[in-house]
């Protein structure tokens, strides 16, 4: 068994074991009205990033079907080899549009997005500042850079002006890089502030805004909140979470996604996404622009949870209670688990130590009945774990 190389992977699983990290992955079955058939049990799930119930709409679903049919399953290839089928085109201008910028580039996912798009825009001469609960894609692409980075407290703009006072001059290019909704907080950044400083400091503003797209800003994303809008070098989003579909995009000048094509690893080694997916996204963007109570909804219903369950207002659709120990956590989401709730238990690595927590996530289809019962369980946990 010692000379076992499975012995290695049989002690590293053991010791996350150990600290009640252990994930598995567990068969989960959504359906329209924003329930989840998971070991058995049918729950009301506050776990999904569906923000608008997009994932189940009709019209993305024959969207997708007719795309089959037109071009079958797959893209058959790179998007620069012949795996570029024309949705890709219409989906890029109809995201521009939108979000109002100069050009798009659509990627494989979020993730893909932000491996691929920071290494190619910065290099070793250059400086990223970053916020210290940058997203795991976010902190590997600053790797994948090789640029030198520095971490700022979270949202902490006197932190970010105090390291490019010290820093900026012995860079080529600077890149402020943050979150419009942090994933595991649902707090917004500051942009505002931030424009501020990257004006003084000749830096540009790469904004990662995955739960923000769809949710804020009437839907066009997390900067569209201020006014007057802070300016963006790039624009990160995902086509997976509000959009109910699946991909990553940038939105930036058009010699940003020009360079994407040619030095972004992640779009150019990899094959296109299925046309049905990116069909499926199309008609998911035509929701978003024009049912504005739709996409009020999410934060809506964050609303009437925080106010019920007596927490502080939320800023965006995702809330969060931080009860601190791994065994807390989980123990509180098996309670909710037997009142026939979904809510996740978020535990470390993906968040700091002693700050597991649960995370509830809003979305369009939650009932107001459902809002409040949940709410008044968490009224309680406090006292009870
Ligand atoms: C902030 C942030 N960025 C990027 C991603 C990755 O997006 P995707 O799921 O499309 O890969 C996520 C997803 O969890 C995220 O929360």
Known sequence: MENDVKHIFYNEIRKIKDTSQLRILNESYRSKD??????????????????????????????SINAIKKYGTGAGASRLVSGNHPLYTKLENLISNFKLGESTCVFGSGFL??????PAIASKNDLIVYDELSHASTNLGIKLSKAKNIKFMHNDNNHVENILKKN???YRSCFLLTEGVFSMDGDTADLKALSFL?????????LDDAHGFGVLGEGRGSQFEFKPT???????????????????????????????????????????LPPATVAASIAAIN?????????????????????????????????TLILGTEKKTL?????IEKEGFYVGAIRPPTVPPNTSRLRFTFCANHKKNEIIKLAKIIRNIRDII
Do not use: W
């Open 34 to 63: 924003s329930k989840v058939l998971r070991n058995g049990k049918r729950l009301i799930s506050f776990s999904c990033n569906d923000y608008l119930g997009l994932t189940q709409n009709e019209t993305l679903i024959n969207a």
């Open 198 to 206: 990257a004006k003084k400091y000749n830096a540009s503003i790469i």
């Open 168 to 170: 900026r001059s012995q």
């Open 331 to 335: 123990k509180a989401s098996r309670i």
């Open 113 to 118: 997005t932000n491996t691929g798009v920071i």
């Open 230 to 272: 802070p300016e963006i070098l790039v624009q990160i989003g995902t086509l997976s979470k509000a959009a109910g579909s699946y991909g990553g995009f940038t939105v930036a000048p058009k010699i940003i996604n020009d360079l994407m094509h040619n030095k972004a690893r992640s779009l150019i080694y990899t094959t296109g």
């Open 287 to 319: 929701i978003i622009r024009t049912d504005k109570k739709l996409v009020k909804k999410p934060l809506e219903n964050a609303v009437t949870f925080c106010k019920e369950a007596q927490l502080p207002m939320p800023q965006s659709s995702i809330v």
